[in-house]
């Protein structure tokens, strides 16, 4: 029995486009073993860290999904689109040219501490043991209710209309494409989620990961010493 076998963490960072299982594929196929699983998926259009447990690690994934989360990232101001990201085409323009940075600065209140925040409807969320964005797919109502969060911090690091900067911590279930789509919404202009990037999970941070590259590179080598 190889030591991912036995178990690993592995710190991940998961390329632009990727599914959070395109990940865990990659990593089950070259550590030879079916039990591997990550802690808290990332969108294809996210990148950053991804936990990824193998072999007797896979019972820790619930504890580190629990955890506190980092993001930075930009919202895009002006319009909306129908996932809250840029998996879907904008709609909804509005002029944002009156929106001043103290306004931007001020709304990022509104939205910390303790508040409620809707899923996005575009999301694997389970609704009568079904995914929702299969039943929004499809175009059907689909209608979630809000769940309470909190978000830790919420920063704001460069404003450069439309586009918006920012830092958050928040609690474990936060949507960032929600709250990218209230942000817009609270400010009367629209907005939705153009960039994330996730920088840490609880004591585990982006630096200390590997590029899928760098992980393949390194568990062949650990696993050649073997033979």
């Not at 319009?79 to 990201?85: A, E, G, L, Y």
């Amino acid at each position: 029995m190889n030591s991912y076998e036995q178990g690993q963490v592995l710190l991940i960072n998961k390329p632009l486009h990727w599914t959070s299982f395109d990940a865990v594929r990659k990593i089950r196929n070259l550590v030879k073993t079916r039990k591997v699983g990550h802690a808290g998926t990332l969108d294809p259009l996210a990148t950053g860290l991804l936990i990824i447990c193998t072999g007797a690690f896979t019972k820790r994934i619930n504890e580190f999904m629990a955890a506190e989360k980092e993001y930075t990232g930009t919202f895009t101001l002006g319009s909306t689109t129908p996932t809250f990201d840029l998996e879907s085409v904008p709609e909804n323009i509005k002029d944002y040219s009156l929106i001043t940075h103290q306004q931007i600065l001020d709304t990022t209140e509104k939205f910390t501490g303790e508040i409620l925040q809707v899923p996005p409807i575009h999301s694997a969320i389970k609704k009568d043991g079904r995914r929702v964005y299969e039943l929004a797919r499809q175009g059907q109502e689909v209608k979630l209710e809000p769940r309470k969060i909190t978000i830790k911090e919420f920063e704001i690091s460069t404003i450069d209309l439309p586009v918006v900067s920012f830092r958050v911590v928040c609690t474990t279930g936060t949507y960032i494409r929600s709250l990218a789509n209230d942000f817009g919404e609270a400010l009367g202009c629209g907005a939705y989620l153009s960039s994330l990037c996730r920088t840490r999970i609880g004591a585990f941070s982006l630096s200390g990961s590997m590029t899928i590259e760098e992980a393949e590179i390194i568990i062949r080598q650990r696993l050649q010493k073997r033979l």
